[in-house]
């Protein structure tokens, strides 16, 4: 079992910045990738960006490239998601999640362990 904890959701002007983070316990040697999903009221979950545990490979969508940056710190078990430039539609409940899988997963059907969510708000 993996056990995931958001925090540093917040509330933030548009153009502004925000950091989460998402703190991991349990059995990582069983985890490839970490990832970050949002779902804003009314839509299905979306994927953000995913990160490989070892070796730091990244990958991200078309609509936060450029502006965010996952990245992980392996002696914390954390990983982050550093967002700049935010924008009114970047609101949503942002999800960390952890998988098995041995490839870069980009739905969120391919991830085992997901986090409660922290709510980030941009306003206009």
């Known amino acids: 079992q993996v056990h995931l904890v958001e925090s540093g959701g917040g509330l933030v002007q548009a153009g502004g910045s925000l950091r989460l983070s998402c703190a991991a316990s349990?059995?990582?040697?069983?985890?490839?990738?970490m990832g970050w999903f949002r779902q804003a009221p009314g839509k299905e979950r979306q994927f953000v960006a995913a990160?490989?545990?070892?070796?730091?490979?990244?990958y991200y969508a078309d609509s936060v490239k450029g502006r965010f940056t996952i990245s992980r710190d392996n002696a914390k078990n954390t990983v982050y998601l550093q967002m700049n430039s935010l924008k009114p539609e970047d609101t949503a409940v942002y999800y960390c999640?952890?998988?098995?899988?041995?490839?870069?997963?980009?739905?969120?059907?391919?991830?085992?362990?997901w986090g409660q969510g922290t709510q980030v708000t941009v306003s206009s």
């Open positions: 990160i490989r545990w070892s070796g730091g490979n990244t």
């Open positions: 349990g059995r990582m040697f069983s985890i490839y990738a």
């Open positions: 999640a952890a998988s098995k899988l041995v490839r870069m997963p980009t739905t969120d059907g391919a991830y085992d362990y």
